[in-house]
């Protein structure tokens, strides 16, 4: 009993860290912002681009949900390709509309185990196509980053747009640095301090390494069975840069109608390197983080207008939010479970 409250409690702080995450960053990206060119930006966009943007999202989804599907059979795991995609987006739904402390990942590696006999090596799946898709992005936003914008960081990143900047960022910004390392500490003290914080701290501690040297066990087991077929891996690191790269294309398209005037390239480092950031569980559904981030990097790398950015920035997350709303429907309408007991290769599911 002692163990599922711990269990319990740590979940429960790790969600209130997530959200103090996320409302910091976004109480960070809406800081002096003029609300009348946000809004006149969002009235001047077309409707048509924001479809266009949403359409290509989905039918980037149907893309990884088939990634997923190729790293199912390389273990000989043999679901049907509509029922992956009904799991994707229940994956979905759960990572980018209801967060909580059960993500979609785990949804995914839960429900798929209920399709085959093969539990173990469909729950690997997940993980391996996971790193996969994180995997393909770091690549794509490093290949750009080294091919089109390589010595700008430094030289753009580090000064406001249109003026100088005598003091850096960090002189602009050491409030908020000094803000933040003075209220760490007080927690910290506060922890080494308190006595049952000490032990609560000390045995969630325990229990991540215990868990994350398992993670590695099955994680080693996953590249084992990988590793041998490299050609499957090379499909889904090119199914990744298809899907993403036609999101990207969308939301240059998006971005130009918004009155943004960075090029591809831009999209091209920032989006990928976003939305892996974004993936870590530091926020809620990357929440405030990826708005931040975004904003943040068009500024200081394209100089786009601030405004203009963080609506881009909104459409994305609107974009996101509705094209994984049919992983609810498809939830509720349990459309996600077996109608039939079966046995790999003899009678798939439905």
Same mark, same amino acid.
């Given at each position: 009993?002692p163990?599922a409250?711990?269990a ?5 702080l790790?969600?209130? &860290?997530?959200?103090a995450v ?5 109480v960070w990206?809406?800081?002096?912002q003029?609300? $009348?060119e946000l ?5 001047r966009?077309?409707?048509w ?7 290509t999202?989905?039918?980037?989804q149907f893309i990884?949900a088939f990634?997923w599907w190729?790293?199912l059979?390389? $273990? ?14 229940i994956?979905?739904f759960?990572n980018?509309v209801?967060? %909580?402390?059960v993500g979609g990942d785990? =949804?995914?590696a839960?429900?798929v185990?209920?399709h085959?006999e093969?539990?173990?090596?469909g729950?690997l799946?997940v ?5 996969t ?10 290949v750009?980053y080294?091919v089109f914008?390589?010595g $700008?960081l430094?030289?753009?990143g580090?000064?406001e747009?249109?003026g100088a ?10 409030? &908020?640095?000094?803000g933040?390392?003075l209220?760490?500490?007080l927690?910290?003290?506060?922890v #080494?301090?308190?006595p049952?914080l000490?032990?609560r701290?000390?045995?969630l501690?325990g229990?991540?390494w215990?868990?994350?040297v398992?993670l590695?066990r099955r %994680? ?9 077929k490299?050609?499957t891996m #090379? @499909?889904? =690191? @090119?199914l990744?840069? =298809?899907s993403q790269?036609?999101v ?7 971005g130009?109608n ?6 591809l390239?831009h999209y091209?480092v920032?989006?990928? &390197?976003m ?8 926020s ?10 975004i904003?943040e990097?068009f &500024?200081?790398?394209a100089g ?7 609506a881009?920035?909104?459409? $994305?997350?609107?974009v996101?939010?509705l094209?994984s709303?049919?992983?609810g429907?498809i ?8 109608r039939?007991?079966f046995i ?5 599911v439905n």
């Amino acid at each position: 009993m002692p163990k599922a409250e711990d269990a319990r409690s740590g979940r429960h702080l790790s969600l209130i &860290v997530r959200i103090a995450v996320a409302t910091a960053a976004i109480v960070w990206v809406l800081r002096g912002q003029d609300w $009348q060119e946000l809004g006149t930006v969002l009235r001047r966009m077309s409707p048509w681009y924001f479809v266009l943007g949403l359409a290509t999202f989905v039918a980037g989804q149907f893309i990884i949900a088939f990634r997923w599907w190729v790293l199912l059979h390389a $273990q000989k795991i043999h679901i049907r390709l509509p029922m992956v995609f009904r799991l994707h987006f229940i994956g979905l739904f759960y990572n980018n509309v209801m967060p %909580g402390s059960v993500g979609g990942d785990l =949804l995914k590696a839960w429900y798929v185990t209920k399709h085959t006999e093969k539990r173990l090596e469909g729950a690997l799946s997940v993980v391996v196509d996971r790193f996969t898709g994180l995997a393909g992005m770091l690549l794509m936003g490093a290949v750009a980053y080294f091919v089109f914008l390589r010595g $700008q960081l430094g030289a753009v990143g580090l000064a406001e747009p249109g003026g100088a900047d005598e003091g850096g960022w960090l002189g602009s910004h050491g409030g &908020v640095v000094f803000g933040a390392a003075l209220a760490a500490a007080l927690a910290v003290g506060v922890v #080494l301090v308190h006595p049952g914080l000490r032990r609560r701290v000390g045995r969630l501690g325990g229990r991540a390494w215990r868990r994350g040297v398992g993670l590695l066990r099955r %994680g080693k087991a996953a590249v084992v069975v990988y590793c041998s077929k490299p050609l499957t891996m #090379l @499909l889904a =690191l @090119l199914l990744t840069a =298809l899907s993403q790269g036609t999101v990207i294309l969308a939301f240059w398209l998006l971005g130009r109608n918004l009155g943004m005037g960075a090029s591809l390239r831009h999209y091209f480092v920032i989006f990928p &390197v976003m939305w892996v950031v974004a993936a870590l569980p530091i926020s809620v559904a990357g929440l405030g983080v990826l708005e931040a981030g975004i904003v943040e990097l068009f &500024v200081r790398l394209a100089g786009t207008v601030a405004e203009r950015a963080l609506a881009l920035a909104v459409c $994305q997350r609107l974009v996101w939010v509705l094209a994984s709303l049919p992983g609810g429907i498809i939830h509720l309408l349990g459309a996600h479970l077996p109608r039939e007991i079966f046995i790999d290769g003899e009678s798939p599911v439905n």
